[in-house]
């Protein structure tokens, strides 16, 4: 019986856990909201910063709001050269040695043939890159449609591109006739 008695004074009680926890969350409620506001000025403090210390009227001397100066002439426009938007030296006066040169506007272009054909994109994605046990380097294309196709460096791939070179994020690919050379980065497809 002696053990029962221990084991019951052991176990904490609930209405002294929550007499805790109360005091807690009142210490730390007073803490966040009284600790970060500023006190307000006193009387005195705010009678410093015046720089009086008697409680007597304004002297309307002291308030003087020169309301004639707004009637006063303003000095005119006059010759402004001041510009605070233009960084630069003035410029300088016209040459008033001879006439004014007539504006003549520059010669057209030359007539531009119109360009060749331009050679369509190469409508594959490079997916990735598998390197053989042997040290050679693999390129894998898809074409997004469902057809994928692998190659090395001097490969045909599909039966009309070549694989130029493959570098470490990205391969040079043309036309078997060696035209329309693009790289091409590793982008994968759009999701289906």
């Not at 360009?115 to 053989?132: D, E, H, R």
């Not at 997004?144 to 470490?168: L, M, N, P, S, W």
Request: net charge neutral.
């Amino acid at each position: 019986m002696e053990t029962e008695s221990t084991a019951r004074s052991s176990r904490p009680r609930p209405w002294l856990l929550l007499l805790l926890g109360v005091a807690l969350l009142g210490f730390l409620f007073t803490r966040m909201w009284s600790g970060g506001a500023p006190a307000a000025p006193t009387r005195s403090q705010t009678q410093t910063r015046a720089g009086t210390d008697e409680d007597g009227p304004i002297d309307p001397a002291e308030l003087d709001v020169r309301l004639e100066a707004l009637d006063a002439s303003r000095p005119g426009q006059g010759a402004m050269e001041r510009n605070p938007f233009r960084f630069q030296p003035k410029a300088p006066p016209p040459n008033a040695s001879g006439p004014a040169q007539p504006y003549v506007p520059p010669p057209p272009p030359p007539e531009q043939k119109p360009n060749a054909p331009q050679t369509p994109p190469i409508p594959l994605k490079l997916m990735g890159f598998v390197t053989l046990p042997g040290g050679q380097t693999v390129a894998a294309l898809s074409d997004c449609k469902g057809a994928t196709f692998h190659g090395a460096e001097g490969g045909i791939v599909d039966g009309q591109y070549r694989i130029v070179k493959i570098g470490i994020e990205s391969i040079q690919i043309e036309y078997v006739n060696g035209k329309g050379r693009q790289t091409l980065r590793v982008d994968g497809c759009e999701p289906r």
